[in-house]
């Protein structure tokens, strides 16, 4: 039964019915790629008994480097010869790089930072593990497509945690290619429930924790302000005791499905010491879409209370007076300042991200949506669909927590003789 994959195999490492030429399994991370890649392999290389033929004789197998290849593929805890039963368990010839099975199909390692490697020889299956991080991806990639040309459909399969690589992207695109996907909690039962404890509270609800725990593939933008690593080492699970706290808003002027959402973003502050050296955090992002004005207004009054923030800022320039006026419909007692936008997205959105750079800006957990679109910030305009709303409260609110406080202090003082 261990080895009767078939029988107890979750959906996403079956391989898909019809006739493509590439599989892509998208996972987080064990999510169970390696095992539905080493069970594809032996389900193309053994026959129904351990000397007769399977449909593939000629196989090749491809990581970043060699040893991956050997460590993970072949040798790891659900590489090929884990998966193996006995009888047709295949033996590594080290001095060949070669997986030789009873029958006599034969699988050769290849390293993705040489791809000149894979120029002569010439294969009828191959199995490519985690091709987004490949330095060399694309330069790879084309030269095994050419070496995939035995039998009467050749195919490969890839395993990979998503990146945003061209490669990786180009081969998505691809009519030919079939896609499963699965996030790390597909694989619970055969994970250690400490690592996902782990994982849930340090990175859900975060950028990262998309890519490497969900499996989604995140865009990000040539030039963009900010980026996935960035924001990753950002992150921490809980804030200081904070000198100030706003909420941020960037109004809808409409409502219903269709309309832009309201960003709704709470931040806070230490600012202790000289303007260098205080600190901001990000500690939420309360974001309603297709609400009408008085149920936003609703919603930014909530993260006042919820944090304790002492004002409210909102952007003015196209509700005008409406938006204080909604605002204390919710609350008439509400702090609220109202600010002017004189330069575009942008050039406000800039200052803020050089903060990030310095290491002055912490993300608290669950902020996935509000990173999506700060990774589409670029210089030249947003890259993404829609308004960035959620992006446009959080500069704001780091305007008024850090920048502008700053810039009142820095100020040449009048000397009165």
């Not at 050769?108 to 490519?128: C, N």
């Not at 081969?171 to 994970?191: C, D, F, I």
């Not at 004002?311 to 005008?320: F, I, K, L, Y």
Request: some cysteine; glycine content about 8%.
């Amino acid at each position: 039964m261990p080895h009767l994959f078939g029988i107890w195999a979750l959906d996403h490492q079956r391989p898909p019915p019809g006739g493509w030429r590439a599989w892509v399994i998208l996972g987080g991370r064990g999510a169970g790629k390696t095992r539905a890649g080493a069970e594809w392999i032996r389900s193309l290389a053994e026959g129904p008994r351990p000397q007769d033929p399977g449909t593939a004789r000629r196989i090749a197998l491809v990581a970043e480097t060699y040893d991956q290849v050997r460590d993970v593929m072949i040798h790891g805890d659900s590489g090929i010869l884990a998966c193996s039963p006995p009888d047709r368990r295949p033996k590594w010839k080290a001095s060949e790089r070669k997986l030789i099975w009873p029958n006599g199909a034969e699988a050769q390692a290849f390293s993705a930072h040489d791809p000149e490697a894979l120029r002569g020889p010439q294969f009828d299956a191959a199995w490519a593990d985690e091709l987004a991080k490949w330095r060399k991806g694309q330069e790879c990639w084309d030269m095994l497509q050419f070496a995939l040309r035995l039998g009467r459909d050749p195919r490969v399969c890839v395993t990979t945690t998503p990146r945003n690589a061209p490669v990786l992207k180009h081969l998505l695109a691809s009519p030919s290619t079939v896609q499963t996907h699965a996030p790390t909690e597909a694989n619970r039962a055969n994970l250690a429930p400490s690592f996902l404890e782990e994982m849930r509270a340090r990175y859900a609800g975060t950028r990262l924790g998309r890519q490497e725990l969900d499996g989604v593939m995140l865009a990000d933008v040539p030039g963009a302000l900010w980026s996935t690593a960035a924001l990753a080492a950002a992150q921490v699970t809980g804030a200081p005791p904070l000198d100030r706290v706003v909420v941020a808003v960037d109004p809808a002027v409409s409502s219903g499905k269709s309309s832009d959402a309201c960003g709704i973003v709470a931040a806070g502050a230490v600012t202790q010491g000289k303007p260098q050296d205080w600190r901001a955090y990000v500690l939420a992002d309360r974001t309603v879409q297709g609400a009408g004005p008085l149920a936003w207004a609703q919603a930014v009054i909530a993260a006042r209370d919820a944090f304790g923030a002492e004002r409210v800022v909102a952007e003015v320039n196209q509700g005008g007076a409406l938006v204080e006026t909604v605002l204390r419909q919710a609350d008439p007692l509400v702090p609220f300042r109202a600010l002017h936008a004189r330069k575009g997205k942008s050039a406000r959105a800039e200052p803020v991200a050089a903060l990030y750079e310095q290491g002055r800006v912490k993300h608290l957990p669950g902020l996935g949506e509000l990173e999506d679109q700060m990774c589409l910030m670029t210089p030249q305009g947003y890259q993404g669909s829609g308004s960035p709303d959620r992006l446009d409260a959080l500069v704001w609110a780091l305007h008024e927590l850090i920048i502008q406080p700053a810039a009142s202090l820095r100020m040449p003082q009048i000397r009165v003789l």
